[in-house]
């Protein structure tokens, strides 16, 4: 299979993880023997520094002509004082649209070997596997209008959240059809009591679940979601909530497991899929080595298994992570007192090896 790919490495430390994910990718391609045709791209603060435009026309051009985007972060201090068009978030608020891709997959899974590194105890954690399905395309996070107008000191600020019936019904049925795939436990987070979006959010996502009667599905207010999160982690299965919601808690999952550099994402639904680690270009680690990359590569494990349905080669790449966590394999964030910590390129190294130690085993 030919996978056509546009790398878009970002900004930060999005550059580091991306370069081992890569590496992951062409190893998968070796050893399975699909071709690998690359092209890279600029978006966000590089995209800014470049052409004064945070997502570029070749850039889009590239995306919606390839089969997959990956990407490694976006976000850079030095715009922190631009007009919100010439930040760099607004390139990726566009790309997601430009991609149509308004379902963005989190996954959150404890390793085993890294049961000590949850600030939760052990028995908590221990098992945690969850999925949070997020609209990707609708909330405050696009809703218009949205301004902040009048003099200083007496400026007012908007953002609109809005959602359609039918937003919200194309979600509700990726997260069904996911869960059919898992334990079959939805439950939806919205905040019913006082928003009339999630008002409507819970109609629709109930009256959609009729057609999944194998699901079950319960319903939780997201401050109550929140609570639950670090109380019972382990009796999550599939999460479905709208943008800004799932934005806070699939990053608050991050911490349950350990790191925000453990953390994959799958944006889906158009026709082209954008992938990215959770965790943002951090700054202040950038160009230290010492970037968590695994985000990145389990990135490459949801490509391959929602852009081309090669759930063998995406099972081989979480393989692989497991089994260099499972060695005592740690980078700066997953270490713990005592441990040495090993540079983001050696952990990519690392994962490469167990990749081609299995391949070998297999064929032999």
Request: with cysteine.
């Amino acid at each position: 299979m030919l996978l056509d790919l546009t790398i878009l490495p970002g900004d930060g430390i999005g550059p580091e993880v991306t370069a081992q994910a890569v590496e992951v990718l062409r190893a998968v391609a070796d050893a399975h023997g699909h071709a690998l045709k690359l092209q890279t791209k600029k978006i966000g603060g590089a995209a800014l520094e470049a052409v004064n435009d945070p997502l570029p026309t070749d850039t889009i051009e590239a995306c919606v002509s390839s089969s997959a985007v990956l990407l490694g972060a976006v976000g850079s201090p030095a715009f922190d004082h631009n007009p919100g068009h010439l930040r760099p978030e607004a390139g990726l608020l566009r790309i997601r649209r430009e991609l149509g891709a308004f379902a963005n997959l989190r996954p959150a899974v404890l390793f085993p070997a890294l049961e000590d590194c949850s600030p939760l105890r052990p028995e908590i954690a221990r098992g945690t596997d969850i999925l949070i399905v997020r609209e990707l395309l609708g909330g405050a996070y696009f809703g218009e209008p949205r301004s902040i107008e009048g003099p200083t000191g007496s400026r007012v600020a908007t953002n609109t959240m809005r959602y359609s019936e039918a937003e919200i019904q194309r979600i509700a049925r990726v997260a069904f059809d996911l869960a059919m795939k898992r334990k079959k436990n939805v439950l939806s987070v919205d905040k019913a009591n006082v928003l009339e979006c999630s008002r409507l959010w819970r109609e629709v996502v109930t009256r959609t679940s009729k057609d999944y009667p194998q699901i079950t599905l319960a319903h939780q207010y997201v401050d109550s979601a929140a609570m639950s999160l670090v109380q019972h982690p382990a009796q999550f299965d599939v999460v479905l909530t709208e943008n800004m919601f799932g934005d806070i808690l699939s990053d608050q999952a991050g911490g349950v497991v350990g790191s925000l550099g453990l953390l994959a994402s799958a944006s889906i639904g158009g026709p082209v899929g954008l992938y990215e680690p959770v965790h943002g270009s951090a700054p202040n680690i950038a160009g230290k080595g010492i970037a968590n990359p695994l985000g990145a590569i389990l990135s490459v494990a949801l490509l391959l298994r929602h852009s081309f349905s090669l759930a063998a080669e995406a099972a081989a790449v979480e393989t692989a992570v497991a089994s260099v966590l499972q060695q005592g394999v740690r980078t700066a964030d997953i270490a713990g007192h005592g441990q040495i910590s090993v540079s983001t390129e050696e952990m990519g190294t690392r994962v490469v090896d167990s990749l081609r130690k299995r391949v070998r085993s297999t064929v032999a």
